[in-house]
């Protein structure tokens, strides 16, 4: 496509030719190849424009960035927001594959991951393909793509969603992060449905405070308008969170559907009578005049708030009620969500969760004690460079709602592990509670919990669920918390084994 049909009505200033053809478009120098553009983005730990020469090497026709380069002789295409310059650019550049597509965004605090399985299973189990794009990573068809960031790029974006439109598929779930609506990732995407599942205490090292996560937040709710399709939009918002009401305020072109778990309360979609059980979670799911029997396999009260909004984002996306129960009914757990490790013949449970933050720790502890345990056994940590506010509130939390509690490392990335364990024992301490033990290395710390576990216990691994690396330093280090737990479950069942050797070899005359 020539550059002077890409270009968008932007504040910007072309240097050099604008009647070239652009082939292709990357942001990643070592991706481009002859006739792309290359976009110098900014960065934490580099900058983009450090890289332009090496992408002209590789064959980069255009150039754009925020600083005009002197010792460049190709085209360049200066601009002040580059993030958006690229989403709109790359928008027109895939031919705008949004409008071809039915777009869910599902945003808030906790929830995410498990809102897009099951909205993708009530989709599937209707014969309705829909693509996803998330956490655990970005699929369509069998296709599957790691995922880097729960919102990558919005060059990665526009791209998968032309991908998604190619292989005839209408439907796509995209969980969408605080951090890409802030950064311009999703910018100008037409949403048709965007699902507000809650807002507690996180990424506050990056938004500052409440009403900065908030107000990005609200950014997803603020976009909905019918724009370039005629289709009705709709907002769906859980009406028990305090920040609810609040963001419904802020939708003006969509329809607001609200749901609740709260018989009183003036909902759309409501979930009574609910039951949590060792298996499952089962309530009524009630929606205009019809009500329908739902029995997933996920534990705890998050989970039917998370089946309410699934259900909600696909009745008002043209799926029949009936088929939308079925779709719950059937949905999987998400990866890292709950997610049990075999420990048969142990006579105890070992549970894995990406919880971590204070809320869904709450959450995960409060449903696992709903299944009535001996004992609960809580591994986490927290993520260095991040958050720093949040973790003595999880360390009181931990402390305060488990019977013992091993407190390791998560992803340290570049601060000193130690520190962090510091940061959360002062909320530890707060507690005035002494049922915990420090240990830095996490493999020790899983090792041990699964070896203090008894008959009717549950062990808590949270934090990474899903994830199958630790991040350290700067470098990334294959680690899974499945694996470990896996390992040591198998390590304690060849000791017992052989102690039960043992002991009948001493019976024997």
Request: hydrophobic share 40%.
């Amino acid at each position: 496509m020539n550059l002077k049909e890409l270009l968008p009505a932007f504040d910007m200033i072309v240097v050099g030719e604008d009647d070239v053809d652009v082939l292709g478009v990357s942001y990643d120098s070592r991706k481009v190849e002859y006739g792309f553009a290359f976009f110098a983005l900014p960065g934490h730990k580099t900058n983009g424009s450090k890289y332009i020469h090496e992408a002209i090497n590789n064959g980069a026709i255009v150039i754009v960035t925020t600083e005009r380069q002197k010792d460049c002789h190709i085209t360049q295409v200066v601009v002040v927001d580059i993030l958006k310059f690229m989403a709109v650019f790359c928008a027109k550049f895939y031919n705008y594959p949004d409008r071809h597509l039915n777009v869910i965004g599902v945003t808030g605090t906790n929830g995410k991951t498990t809102v897009s399985y099951m909205i993708e299973s009530i989709f599937k189990q209707s014969n309705v393909d829909c693509a996803v794009m998330g956490t655990v990573n970005y699929r369509y068809k069998g296709n599957i793509l790691e995922a880097p960031n729960t919102s990558p790029q919005s060059l990665d974006i526009y791209k998968f969603m032309r991908d998604v439109v190619n292989n005839g598929i209408k439907n796509i779930v995209m969980e969408v992060s605080s951090h890409a609506l802030s950064l311009g990732r999703v910018y100008g995407i037409e949403f048709d449905v965007a699902i507000f599942t809650n807002l507690t205490q996180d990424h506050l090292d990056f938004h500052k405070d409440m009403k900065g996560y908030f107000k990005a937040k609200s950014m997803l709710f603020e976009s909905l308008c019918k724009n370039n399709k005629t289709v009705e939009k709709y907002a769906i918002i859980n009406a028990d969170d305090k920040y609810g009401k609040k963001l419904a305020s802020r939708v003006t072109n969509a329809q607001v559907k609200f749901y609740s778990t709260r018989k009183t309360a003036n909902s759309d979609l409501k979930a009574l009578n609910i039951r949590v059980e060792n298996n499952g979670t089962s309530f009524d799911l009630i929606y205009n005049e019809l009500k329908g029997k739902v029995s997933i396999k996920h534990i705890g009260l998050h989970n039917v708030y998370n089946a309410l909004a699934s259900f909600g984002a696909a009745v008002y996306s043209g799926i029949s009620f009936e088929a939308a129960i079925n779709g719950i009914n059937n949905a999987a757990q998400a990866p890292g969500r709950l997610e049990r490790v075999d420990a048969e013949g142990l006579e105890f449970e070992v549970v894995v969760d990406y919880a971590h933050t204070d809320d869904a720790l709450k959450n995960v502890l409060s449903a696992i004690k709903k299944v009535k345990p001996k004992r609960i056994i809580t591994v986490f940590g927290c993520g260095g460079d991040r958050d720093r506010a949040k973790r003595p509130v999880m360390g009181k939390t931990a402390v305060e709602m488990s019977d013992f509690v091993f407190v390791t490392s998560d992803n340290p990335r570049t601060e000193n592990p130690n520190n962090i364990l510091l940061d959360i024992e002062v909320g530890i301490k707060r507690s005035y509670k002494n049922n915990y033990k420090v240990i830095v290395h996490r493999q020790e710390a899983i090792k041990e919990a699964v070896f203090m576990a008894a008959k009717g216990d549950v062990v808590l691994i949270a934090g990474k669920g899903h994830e199958t690396y630790q991040v350290i330093g700067t470098q990334k280090i294959h680690f899974s918390d499945v694996e470990m737990a896996r390992k040591y479950i198998d390590l304690r069942k060849q000791k017992e084994n052989a102690r039960s050797l043992d002991a009948q070899k001493e019976f024997v005359f």
